[in-house]
């Protein structure tokens, strides 16, 4: 029996039928999941398999393969919340399958492998990307490739492993952009450097060949051929708009500008990082002072992880999701170092004795379980009884099977069913607040949609999704740059002074108005000009009388 498929298939639908647990009951949330939902549904209604399109128009914001994926799934499923999240959550079964497969071509070590895809799925910020209908879940699983097949290649001076490596780069580019090939082209250049600097008076050692595996031509040939029909196709569509809307304002510009300045500070990823690995962090921290720089894979490792981490501080536009990648080395680190933990240093045999697994894994695991148990007490709309109840089975579970671990492999599967019970129950707890960043809340308050719905100062594209009417977005002053302003507004628009001209002919009209702009909006339209209909947390909806 083929035990390497048979282990592939299992960590794929174990990740995939927990991840996508309760997904049906996930609304789609603004400003990110509505675009590319909105995108896909617009895209299927004008037949465009080309050019992604949004409210009718062309749209250059990302590459394609995202919008393929949601197209194809609603084409064979129907639009849902539900159907919206199945290609994530199937991205995010293969990335922890490959995470096994990979580690085990690299290690040959099972355990460490099959340990290295649980500590995956268990990460915070892939459990959140990999809910989230955006195309960093994509993209994280062509990089996991791009790692994995690189270190291969120059450890192994494989070239087959390159040309791998170049083709998840190629799909790395018609997923996020030119980034896809250009961070990961970087890292290898720079490693190749570092690998001469390590490696130069080794016998065996020739800088020529690194060179040679790096720009291998069938590897070129083979990114070019994957990578290059869409720019190709779009080019010859719509000519000097795709260059300077995709590559100018959506790459460049995003790069040097910052589309979220409150965000652009130097120290955001060095916050964001350490969280997005928990509850991991602990004992990658307890790794690195064991890292040998010298090694191919810590040497390695070292540089996929500081350049990433680099190359987004130094990026004017930042959010949560781009350093993902990052985590990969990571990911391997803390598996190593469990397993020494859980290893007698003498016999080289599984310990029973593990007080120091729990100092490090086991009380870090239990803090973050009682930080997510404690949060849902200050938030009157989160039920905490999933997270109650999930903290009686994992106790049960720990008293129950804890005498029952003798080897590392039981280890690694009993620790999936705390894992899993924690992740779960947060996902239960969850809709609540996912509900407040989406308009499916103004859903039962706004009861005839064929009267004009505005949205004042800002845009909730989730409301063209759930209620199939399309609102207008009223301008207001602000202190975004003009290119993100101009380039993004691709929403029917228009300024509050000619709203002010109109208002008489919007008797009826909803206007939706977000916390922050309510004393602006009633300022110019106080009671009885403009009745309040509703409030929810974010925002008020008010009918023009």
Known sequence: MNYHALRIGALFLLTVLSYGFYNAYLPITDPVESNYVLSAITMLKHNSWIS??????????KPPLTYWALMITYKLFGISDFTS??????????SVAFMYHIVYRMSKNVSISVL??????????????SHAVITDGFLFLFTLAIFGYSYLAFHNNDKASIIKAYIAAALAVITKGPVGILLPGLILVIYVCARYVVHRNDENYELSKDVKLLFNPLGLLAFICI????????????GEQFISGFLGLHNVDRALVSEHPKFNVWYYYLLIVPLSLLPWTPVICYQLKSINWKGDFDLFGIIWFVVIVLFYSLVATKYITYTLPAIIPCILWAAVKIGELITDKETGEFTTSLKRFNYWVTLPLGIYYIIFTFA???DKTLDSIPLVVGSFIIVCTIYIGGQYITSSFRLAIYAIVPLLTLYSAITITVPPVLLSQSGLQFKTFIEDTTKPIYVYGSYYTSIVYYMDTTPTQIFVDTTDDPRWTEGKALMPTITKETFLQQRNQNHGAYVIVPNKYDKDFTNIFPYPKAKLVNKTKIASIYKLQ
């Open 85 to 94: 999240r199945i290609p994530n959550t199937l991205v995010a079964g293969a």
């Open 52 to 61: 992604p399109m949004i409210y009718d128009q062309v749209w250059y914001d």
């Open 227 to 238: 990578a290059g029909p869409w720019y190709i196709a779009m080019y010859s569509i719509h």
């Open 116 to 129: 290295c895809a649980i500590l995956l799925m268990s990460t915070l910020q892939f459990w959140y990307i």
């Open 376 to 378: 849902t007490a200050f």
